[in-house]
């Protein structure tokens, strides 16, 4: 347990680091956070990646910075749970009703790593309602907390931009006084 603690922990440091090394805009850089966070809220596991990338070149915002928060909201620790929510709400929210046992089955096939044609088809074979169920119900889900995760990523690359000018007009400073005069 201790050895997965560790992994965790560093697995959690290393994308923090990566996501302070990305460059852009503090908009574009929020933007993208948001998009990814939506996009791990919504049962598209598949296809994840591939709409965030088409995403952010719609809207010019950061694919770097979706991918990853999109990776840190929707991981093996949180696939199921993600499907959970999204069933009950879309069960709750639509006319149409979907059993649990035949997420999990669809779940297991992305879990093992079947290959990207065989997860499309066993998307294909749940039929329109389940998509229907699953995607109102990540939407409702995905949408609230993308908005405000992009007003909370604003405001941490914000912070973040800050202290990057200031390291840059101390070093700029240390550099003049330096120089021979």
């Known amino acids: 347990m201790k050895a997965f603690a560790m992994t965790l922990q560093r697995a959690v440091k ?5 996501i302070l090394r990305v460059r852009g805009t503090v908009h574009a850089l929020s933007l993208g956070a948001a998009l990814g966070i939506f996009f791990g809220l919504t049962p598209t596991m598949p296809l994840h990646t591939v709409l965030i990338i088409v995403t952010a070149m719609l809207t010019r915002s950061s694919a770097i910075t979706g991918i ?9 620790f949180t696939y199921i749970p993600i499907y959970y929510l999204c069933l009950q709400l879309g069960n709750k929210l639509t006319p149409y009703e979907l059993s649990w046992q035949r997420i ?3 779940v297991a096939h992305f879990t093992n790593h079947d290959s990207f044609i065989t997860s499309l088809k066993e998307v294909a074979n749940i039929g329109f ?3 229907v169920i699953l995607m109102v119900g990540g939407i409702v889900l995905g949408l609230p907390i993308a908005i405000v995760s992009y007003y909370l990523f ?3 690359f914000n912070k973040l931009e800050k202290i990057k000018h200031e390291r840059r007009q101390l ?3 240390k550099r003049q006084n ?3 005069r």
């Open 14 to 18: 290393y994308n923090y680091l990566k």
């Open 68 to 76: 990853l928060s999109s990776w840190i909201v929707c991981n093996p």
């Open 104 to 106: 999990k089955e669809l």
């Open 129 to 131: 309602e389940a998509i």
């Open 154 to 156: 604003y405001i941490f």
């Open 171 to 173: 070093n700029k400073e």
């Open 178 to 180: 330096t120089l021979p």
